[in-house]
């Protein structure tokens, strides 16, 4: 027989999860689609009882995003600028009504190479904090998205919070998504940018393409070139052989040539815009409460 559960805490949660095999069901707007005219076959655990995990929080040393936070928390929340990629990028999830809905941490989850939060929490360096009944975790994004739709969640795990690094959250920010239209697409190709300058020189840099390879990328040469340049010329060394560990895919939305090309573009387009609104270095990061 089929079983669902909503629990109103955290821990009720873990302990079900202890219990046996449980789809977790938060946002949904991935879980419905995908059953499709398929009968439900799976035990439901369904955690939007739990409203400790809807917010935006601050350590000492972390920015915390809960696991029930939604697009739409997202941009309505005053963040500092380094997270204007990440709400940007939110924008450009589905309709208004998914950002209502679907959550940040969904996104991760689902682990889809065109995940429209992905790269732009890669750039501020965001860990997952991943919870069990009897322990807790904390995995950079690197190592908790392992493919196409594969995670390092174990069996009695689940995602409970995004955590970013305070000492990740200087500089400015953007994100760039290409599709065959302007709204309610797949990404052919898309891009992050963190850009930390001091008196007219990138101090620090984070680059990150998505939708080019199983996992969205850093650009880690492509960074290091950054560093030290002047902002002014920084657009112009943005090469190929900066790209060259993406994968892209060839399919009905583009080739693999034209992914390339489009991801170099709108590389220099996210660098760019990042400059464009540049924030001195040092500006501490806060959260509004």
Known sequence: MIRYAKPTTVNEALALLG????????GGTDFYPALGNRPLRENVLDINGLDELRDVSETAAHII???????????????????????????????????????????LCNASPAADGVP?????????????????????????????????????????????????????????KLGARRYLVISIAMAAARIVVRDGVIEDAAISVGACSEVAQRLDALESALRGRSAQSAPD?????????????????????YRRAAAREIVVRVIEAALEKAVPAGQPATVAA
């Open 120 to 176: 732009a929490l890669m750039i501020l360096d965001a860990e997952v904090e991943v919870s069990s009944h009897d322990s807790v975790r904390h995995l950079p994004l690197r190592q908790f998205i392992l493919g196409n739709r594969r995670t390092a969640l174990r069996p009695a795990e689940m995602v409970t919070a995004i955590r970013v690094p305070k000492v990740s959250t200087a500089g400015s920010s953007s994100f760039f």
């Open 65 to 107: 995003v809960g696991a029930r936070t939604t697009w739409s928390d997202i941009v309505a929340r005053e963040l500092p600028p380094a997270f204007d990629a990440l709400k940007e990028a939110a924008r450009e999830v589905g309709s208004i009504q998914i950002q209502n809905t679907g959550t940040v941490v969904g996104n």
């Open 237 to 257: 060394i943005v090469e190929d052989r900066h790209l060259g560990g993406l994968q892209p895919i060839d399919d009905v939305r583009g080739s693999t040539e």
């Open 19 to 26: 219990e046996g095999q449980w789809r977790l069901l938060a």
